[in-house]
């Protein structure tokens, strides 16, 4: 399950939205996201109202119900089946929950769960029952958020939250919030604090695909908000006019707060901004690279843009790799501002603009790999203290189950103590280097002739780049 967010984004966010874009690893925004944003494929999944009027026909059919006024509202429905029964147990049984267990996320989810692990935002409540929202969580190996399906699940000192307000496909039939009666006693005591928590301080909320205009969803909206702070900014978010429905009234959103579009097109939209502020966070440790390790000043603006075309996922899958001698993940979170892992992360990006000006031509980078002059270069970095011949032993043996087709032209190995310095005699040289007073490309061809990939040592290619060179040459 990966997807791509590259290109650029033509919806128009609220300015409230774009600044806190703005600032990563703070407050964060919140989102409410609804049954429109399961819509999308792979997830898949009709409104609720779809389902309601399915489970409607099947029950008047079988006489467990009369007919309602209003099918297509779930929680009628429900207080229906209740009224009826005495439990709600056969609704559920008409929706389709083994589905809902199994969801997949889709592009918007895996959006929504990166600017979530960045720091962009706080907390994730779903009027959702299924799982794909936790799936997309689970896929970027976050293990931060912590997943509260039901009012007895005790939330962590984490900030990162995922509230199923209305209960998971995970939980027992009587457990999902399907009536107002059982949103009214489940809001109280510990849940509404905790909701209460979440949103309090959060510089905006965004509803986002709530769907039809249930008596539930309208309920819980109200909620909400009763427990949101003054400064707080709404946002109210689907396709066509959102200020006119009842949702806007809910929640007191104008006009200027209402964004015509999609769950996946809003996310997109999101993503370009917040990649902004990352990319920037980026570029403004590159004087301090420079000044700080004696490294040479080149111009980075190309590279910076092709980072800002990779997309929000991509960056991410391309940081995991560039710090992935320890770990394998598919998405590596931002490092925080002012943090050793950021300056390290500006110096990586500095590096490829150097690839870039050494071969005096542009750069790609596909995959998190460097592709030059038809050549690919991999990073690689440790995150942990690691000796350099550690790290080249894990790097080689992670291209050795890479195809030959995709095998890199070299490797250059950062944050690891410097190699073992070991003297080659010239016959077993392998780069037809006729100048014996250059160690550097003696030693690095040891290295290729073993390995069969070039390993090169960050500050030794600083030093004299002349040997990756000729690698990608």
Known sequence: MHYSDRGKSIIQLSNELKAALEHVNEQGIVLVIGAGSSLDDPTGFELGSHYSELAH????????????????????????????????????????????????????????????????????????????MAAAIAHLGESDVHVIERIEDLPSKSSKTLIYLHGSANGLPRDLVLTTADLDSTWQGSWKELIANQTLLAPVIAFVGLGSSANLVSSTLQKIVEGVGGATSFVLVGPGDQSVTTFASSIGANAGHCIDCGWEEFMKACAAYALATLVQLSAAKFDVIERQRSVVSVDTAHVLEEITQLGYLEYGAARAKWFGVDSRRNYMPHPAKDTSDLVHLADVIHLIAEIESWMSTSIRIVDGDVNVAGATVSIYSSQEPADFETAVTRVQARIDRVRPSRKPSAVIIARTNPPERIAAPASIVFGGNDDQSSGLVEEFDIIRSQAEVGMFYLPDVRSDPTALIGAIS
């Open 57 to 132: 026909l099947a029950l008047t059919r079988r006489g467990v119900i009369a007919q309602q006024p209003n099918p297509w509202d779930l929680s009628e429905l429900a207080d229906a089946v209740v009224t009826a029964t005495g439990a709600q147990d056969l609704l559920v049984a008409e929706l389709p929950i083994p589905r809902m267990k199994l969801a997949s996320a889709n592009l918007g989810h895996e959006i929504a769960a990166a600017l979530q692990a960045d720091g962009f935002v706080r907390s994730i409540l779903t009027l959702n029952y299924d799982t794909a």
